[in-house]
């Protein structure tokens, strides 16, 4: 489902925010997207909304403060791709691990 996951990613298109009076440049998801998103969430198994919002906005910690970042629209894509690159990754990591774990059983990785 994970692989099902990072496919599912690359259907995120994003949209401007053009309906905003702050005249920003950050990005909101379509309605194409909402549904990419609940179905991402459910094939790794997170809440819907934990995920829109890790797909809109980027953290960070300045002196124990968290402060949230709008992403513009090229960050948003560059953030999808970060995400499926980290997703794939870690899979691959764990295929790679179990494998060996089954062709060398009894043995100590270390």
């Known amino acids: 489902s994970v692989l099902s996951a990072i496919l599912w990613l690359g259907n ?3 949209q401007q925010d053009t309906e905003s009076d702050s005249h920003n440049d950050n990005v909101i998801l379509t309605k194409e997207d909402q549904k990419v998103i609940q179905t991402v969430s459910q ?6 909304e934990r ?3 890790v797909a809109l906005v980027r953290q960070i910690n300045i002196s124990g ?3 949230e970042i709008p992403l513009k ?7 999808r ?4 690159k980290a997703l794939y990754s870690r899979t691959f990591a764990w ?14 990785m270390t």
């Open 12 to 14: 995120l298109s994003y």
């Open 43 to 48: 094939l790794l198994g997170i809440e819907a």
């Open 51 to 53: 995920l829109k919002q």
């Open 65 to 67: 403060n968290v402060t």
């Open 73 to 79: 629209l090229r960050e948003a894509r560059e953030h």
């Open 81 to 84: 791709h970060a995400m499926g």
């Open 95 to 108: 295929l790679v691990d179990h494998i060996n774990k089954c062709t060398n059983p009894g043995k100590d």
